[in-house]
């Protein structure tokens, strides 16, 4: 049986990827949150603090429209949602010797990369080999952060426009290759698009806030996936 520090140091090892493929993108946030007005301090301790791509990015909408704290909290809510059930699930895969509060530990860091690692562990999974991933990947993260900002207060606004793409080219790379193989998929992501750009430019709905244009449309759009093409489950 490993010692804990042995699940630790596992950990650490198996999370250089996360924490490198973090790195890339929490730079780019860093960039964006130093446009939005946020201090180097503050971006970083969002990061820190938070650890989602997606909550965090869709914060920054929220914060550039003056949006209330309840649409921020219901945006994050929604958007962050699906932390919930993973850490449901993982604390259900997690030694059943461990004490209670390494479950909540264990959750503050639990991301899609973290949880996938975490599952994939054969048997019961150490909450320390959780510990070692989440470790590297939220150093990644805020180090990432760090640099964006840093680099969005030196860098030439040329160049900073180059990189702030980078941020949608992740997203591109996300959707596409899932897309090709899913009819269902590209529709729902045409929707996304035509829904964003009527919020954006129709007389009415422009005058939404962000906040609120971000729970509408996470709301509308998983909605009609959930009622239009429901994921069927297997049934043994």
């Given at each position: ?16 990827p ?31 603090l ?72 054969k ?58 193989e899913?009819r ?17 430019h ?33 049934v043994?």
């Amino acid at each position: 049986m490993e010692s804990k520090g042995a699940f630790f140091k596992r950990g650490m090892k198996d999370g250089i990827p996360i924490c490198l493929g973090y790195l890339a993108v929490s730079f780019s946030f860093g960039i964006m949150a130093l446009k939005t007005g946020l201090s180097t301090f503050q971006a970083v301790l969002m990061s820190l603090l938070n650890l989602t791509s997606a909550g965090q990015f869709a914060s920054l909408s929220v914060i550039t429209a003056a949006g209330s704290y309840v649409e921020m909290a219901l945006s994050q809510l929604i958007i962050n949602l699906r932390y919930c059930l993973m850490s449901c699930s993982l604390s259900q895969k997690m030694d059943p010797q461990a004490p209670f509060y390494h479950r909540f530990f264990v959750a503050y860091g639990n991301t899609d990369e973290v949880f996938a690692l975490s599952s994939s562990v054969k048997g019961y999974v150490s909450p320390f080999y959780s510990y070692g991933i989440i470790l590297v990947a939220v150093a990644g993260w805020t180090m990432g952060t760090l640099l964006g900002a840093v680099a969005g207060s030196v860098l030439p606004a040329r160049v900073l426009s180059a990189l702030g793409i980078a941020l949608y080219a992740m997203f591109i790379a996300i959707i596409i290759p899932p897309a090709k193989e899913s009819r269902v998929l590209q529709a729902l992501i045409l929707s996304a698009m035509v829904l964003s750009t009527a919020f954006t430019h129709a007389p009415v709905l422009r005058d939404i806030s962000g906040g609120i244009q971000v729970i509408i449309l996470t709301v509308a759009v998983a909605a009609a996936a959930a009622c239009l093409a429901p994921v069927k489950e297997d049934v043994r």
